[in-house]
């Protein structure tokens, strides 16, 4: 079946330094991409979604690109703050009813 | 635009005793999802609605969850009887029915249900 593997956390990153959070899936056909963020005592968001292969999503300085020959989708930001702190998870749309399908997702912590 | 509601937000029960979690979906989502995440893990699907019909259970242990969502807004999830293992923080999401390419979700805040 469909599945996403995300790389395992904690990743601790200073402030301004560069984060890259490693994504693959495996799915049949080409799924819609999606990286969601859970703060801290908050609900999942979404922070940005790729549709369809060499797409790039991007948001908040986040960017994600949809790469169909490695099957992956990984996200980074060229520079990191403290308010990014969070976990991120990436995940992909599966099936006719928009089902979608997580990774274990992977908690970032920001030091300044 | 207020969005999901879920309620309670914390429940502490033994094992084998019921326990009950209601949602508020966004006003107008046809769409109504229930996610379970265990502490470590992603969030796993249980059970989506369109409108007041059940689309996808395949995920939902029948023999001791069940979900209801009769008017086609607000759903409620239980658990009877409950095991320790179903100590997770339980999700719930809405989606407009128009929304067939940009497929966001929105979540509320979640249950955090803990088993002893």
């Known amino acids: 079946g469909d599945s996403v593997t995300q790389m395992e956390g904690p990743v601790t990153l200073s402030e301004e330094a560069f984060l890259t959070i490693n994504c693959t899936y495996t799915?049949?056909?080409?799924?819609?991409l999606f990286w969601y963020v859970q703060y801290p005592g908050e609900g999942l968001q979404l922070l940005l979604k790729a549709t369809k292969a060499d797409d790039k999503g991007s948001n908040k300085g986040f960017e994600a690109t949809y790469r169909k020959e490695t099957t992956s989708f990984h996200l980074e930001k060229g520079s990191v703050q403290v308010s990014d702190s969070a976990v991120y998870f990436c995940?992909?749309?599966?099936?006719?009813?928009?089902?979608?399908?997580f990774g274990a997702g992977t908690r970032l912590a920001v030091h300044p | 635009e207020a969005g999901v509601a879920q309620s309670p937000r914390y429940k502490i029960i033994e094992k084998r005793q019921s326990v009950a979690f209601w949602c508020n979906p966004i006003?107008?989502?046809?769409?109504l999802y229930w996610y379970q995440q265990i502490l470590g893990q992603g969030p796993k699907l249980l059970i989506q609605?369109?409108?007041?019909?059940?689309?996808?259970d395949s995920q939902l242990p029948k023999d001791r969850f069940s979900a209801e969502r009769l008017k086609g807004v607000d759903s409620t999830l239980k658990i009877q009887p409950a095991k320790l293992e179903d100590s997770a923080v339980y999700l719930c999401?809405?989606?407009?029915?128009?929304?067939?390419?940009?497929?966001?979700?929105?979540f509320g805040p979640g249950t955090r249900l803990t088993v002893l």
């Open positions: 995940a992909l749309r599966s099936g006719g009813y928009n089902k979608l399908i």
């Open positions: 006003s107008g989502h046809a769409t």
């Open positions: 799915a049949t056909g080409y799924p819609s």
């Open positions: 609605f369109q409108n007041n019909g059940v689309v996808d």
């Open positions: 999401a809405s989606r407009p029915i128009g929304d067939r390419v940009f497929n966001e979700q929105f």
